[in-house]
């Protein structure tokens, strides 16, 4: 039986460091989920000017998230130890961009307005309202304390390493990828990914929640996944650059 060899082996997924950001993670989203629960508290008894301020405030976050494309000069950036979905490798990673922020603050937005919108109409003569607004609002601190972990739990928005590519909470490994390319839209927007088997239809990642443009991202990918063990070896790598009129 042959052993295999050093870059193979460092290619598995390591948990040294892996359970303390889990465990960073999990509490930036418990100290969020409690400041909300106590903010949600305090506006249960939100009148209409207040519900009809959230809603004028999220539907504005909506339209500029929609409509704004903010250019993307980022690079990917290599990082010792990089968590995944079940370890830490190194890796090269992208950093989320300002419009992935302002989306999930978009979220966070509409769901504190319909929440409250919701509690604030329900009548008080019914006996089980107090506990049905504190049951709606503590579900909404939840939720954003869960956002908060699934976020923090992971390093960066976007990462390669030598086990396969992570797109958020979206993992896919290198020997699934069989091809990769700009995606085909009017208006370009991630990297188009066919990926096999168990995937019914191809995959779209990064794009404008990146900070990395997809011609970087791209070449990225194509130096990658033909090599691998490269990001095995756990020295710094220098993510290929594509050429200049791709760019443009």
């Keep these: ?19 303390s950001r889990r465990l960073t993670a999990l509490l930036a989203g418990g100290a969020v989920a409690t400041v909300a629960a106590w903010l949600l508290l305090l506006m249960s008894r939100a009148d209409l000017a207040d519900v009809r301020g959230l809603a ?85 601190a939840l939720g954003l304390g869960r956002a908060v972990f699934q976020e923090a739990r992971f390093t960066g928005r976007l990462a390669l390493t030598a086990s396969g590519l992570r797109d958020g ?14 995606n085909s839209r009017k208006r370009p927007d991630g990297v188009w990914l066919r990926v096999a088997p168990g995937r019914l239809t191809p995959q779209v990642v990064g794009g404008r929640k990146v900070s990395v443009s997809d011609e970087r991202l791209l070449a990225a990918i194509e130096h990658v996944r033909s090599r691998p063990e490269a990001l095995a070896v756990g020295l710094p790598v220098a993510p290929p650059e594509p050429p200049l009129a791709r760019l443009g």
């Design 1 to 19: 039986m042959s052993l295999p060899g050093p870059a193979v082996a460092s290619a598995q997924p390591s948990r040294d460091g892996f359970w």
């Design 56 to 140: 004028g405030l999220a539907g504005a976050l909506h339209l500029v998230q929609r409509r704004w494309r903010p250019r993307r000069t980022g690079r990917l950036v290599w990082h010792a130890q990089v968590a995944g979905r079940d370890g830490t490798e190194p890796g090269l990673v992208a950093r989320r961009s300002s419009a992935a922020w302002l989306e999930m603050a978009t979220g966070v937005f509409w769901g504190i307005t319909l929440t409250v919108g919701v509690v604030s109409v329900i009548p008080d003569r019914w006996s089980w309202v107090g506990v049905g607004r504190t049951v709606l609002l503590t579900a909404l």
């Design 169 to 182: 909470p979206e993992w896919f490994p290198w020997s699934e990828v069989k091809e990769a390319r700009l």
